[in-house]
């Protein structure tokens, strides 16, 4: 089940998501209502996180109502609105917190430069991005900043939506708590250096690149949440990204360092996770820093997942 939030003529609804289309969940719940006479009470609001499992109070009536449109096209293309007269937003709304990881696939590590460690060797490396600023709707622009606009760079990634509060949870529970899975481009800024004239510090190195994830846009996130229980194996998707229709990354998610399950499991035993809270599990290899090649204003990324569907994000300049 893939599940959307969008904006129609000035509302935000939720909705099932195809390429075709998106099915307005009330539409289609009034539709199942009409043709089998049960009258299914779904929650109010635009939480898509009451319609997921493990524990959203809809999950089950709103899976009906997936298996039936299923089963009943006719009555799927009456309601749906074509994906050009919607405008798509980012599934989860304010997230408590997004975490993105990094070094997580051997080949992105070997590409720029560094020697890729065996699992039993390492740690998966955690850093975060201020969700209300960097989150950005499905169709929306990604902005070059004024202050560094020479080495943006993209990043297709699996992203978990957490489902239930999750603290020290072991890796064999971990999957019972997600409430699906998304995409975001976690876009880059290469070589962010502020105050070019500084007197250089141990730790410059790593605040430059931690500053260079954080401007404004730089977490395109979307269409939908494709619901845990849709997806039997989130280590078996296929993920590719494309710039100007040119394929830059083609990967799988098995190739993943850290598998989902480490991943939840891991931040579980540092802090706790709260149903929305995102989780970027890192990038392939592909990216623009391996063959010096950046985003321009101009440029329109995609970024797939398999199950999932395509991030689309035009580049513009700032200003």
């Given at each position: 089940?893939?599940?959307?939030?969008?904006?129609?003529?000035?509302?935000?609804?939720l909705?099932f998501?195809?390429?075709?289309?998106?099915?307005?969940?009330?539409?289609a719940?009034?539709a199942?209502?009409?043709?089998?006479?049960?009258?299914?009470?779904?929650?109010?609001?635009?939480?898509l996180?009451?319609?997921?499992?493990?524990?959203?109070k809809g999950?089950a009536?709103?899976?009906?109502?997936?298996?039936w449109?299923?089963?009943?096209?006719?009555?799927?293309?009456?309601?749906?609105?074509?994906?050009?007269?919607?405008?798509?937003?980012?599934?989860?709304?304010?997230p408590?917190?997004?975490f993105?990881?990094?070094g997580n696939?051997?080949?992105?590590?070997?590409?720029g430069?560094?020697e890729?460690?065996?699992?039993?060797?390492?740690?998966?490396?955690?850093?975060?991005?201020?969700?209300?600023?960097?989150?950005?709707?499905?169709?929306?622009?990604?902005?070059i900043?004024?202050?560094?606009?020479?080495?943006?760079d993209?990043?297709?990634?699996?992203?978990?939506?957490?489902?239930?509060?999750?603290?020290?949870?072991?890796?064999?529970?971990?999957?019972?708590?997600?409430?699906?899975?998304t995409?975001?481009?976690?876009?880059?800024?290469?070589?962010f250096?502020?105050n070019?004239?500084?007197?250089?510090?141990?730790?410059?190195?790593?605040?430059d690149?931690?500053?260079?994830?954080?401007?404004d846009?730089?977490?395109?996130?979307?269409?939908c949440?494709?619901?845990?229980?849709?997806?039997?194996?989130?280590?078996?998707?296929k993920?590719?990204?494309?710039?100007?229709?040119?394929v830059?990354q083609?990967?799988?998610?098995?190739q993943q360092?850290?598998?989902v399950?480490?991943?939840?499991a891991?931040?579980?035993?540092?802090?706790?996770?709260?149903?929305?809270?995102?989780?970027?599990?890192?990038?392939?290899a592909?990216?623009?820093s391996?063959?010096?090649?950046?985003?321009?204003?101009g440029?329109?990324?995609?970024?797939?997942?398999?199950?999932?569907?395509?991030?689309?994000?035009?580049?513009?300049?700032?200003?």
């Amino acid at each position: 089940m893939r599940l959307c939030r969008f904006r129609h003529q000035n509302v935000v609804h939720l909705g099932f998501y195809s390429e075709e289309g998106v099915v307005p969940l009330a539409a289609a719940a009034g539709a199942y209502a009409d043709a089998t006479h049960e009258k299914l009470a779904l929650p109010s609001g635009d939480n898509l996180l009451d319609y997921l499992p493990p524990d959203g109070k809809g999950f089950a009536g709103a899976q009906k109502v997936a298996h039936w449109l299923t089963g009943q096209p006719g009555a799927a293309a009456k309601s749906a609105l074509p994906i050009a007269k919607v405008e798509l937003l980012v599934p989860v709304l304010r997230p408590n917190k997004l975490f993105l990881l990094a070094g997580n696939y051997a080949a992105h590590i070997i590409e720029g430069g560094g020697e890729a460690p065996e699992r039993k060797e390492t740690f998966p490396y955690v850093f975060m991005k201020p969700p209300t600023t960097t989150l950005t709707d499905p169709g929306k622009p990604v902005v070059i900043p004024t202050v560094s606009p020479k080495f943006i760079d993209w990043e297709c990634e699996l992203c978990i939506v957490m489902g239930r509060r999750a603290r020290h949870v072991s890796e064999n529970d971990a999957l019972g708590y997600v409430a699906g899975y998304t995409v975001v481009n976690d876009v880059s800024d290469r070589k962010f250096r502020p105050n070019p004239g500084r007197k250089e510090r141990g730790n410059d190195k790593w605040f430059d690149w931690e500053h260079g994830k954080w401007h404004d846009t730089f977490c395109p996130c979307g269409p939908c949440i494709t619901s845990s229980d849709a997806v039997a194996d989130p280590q078996k998707l296929k993920m590719r990204l494309t710039v100007n229709g040119t394929v830059k990354q083609s990967a799988t998610t098995g190739q993943q360092i850290f598998p989902v399950a480490a991943v939840v499991a891991f931040i579980s035993d540092i802090v706790t996770l709260e149903p929305g809270d995102l989780i970027s599990t890192g990038t392939p290899a592909g990216t623009g820093s391996a063959s010096n090649t950046f985003l321009k204003a101009g440029d329109r990324m995609e970024a797939w997942i398999e199950g999932i569907g395509t991030l689309v994000s035009p580049v513009v300049a700032e200003g």
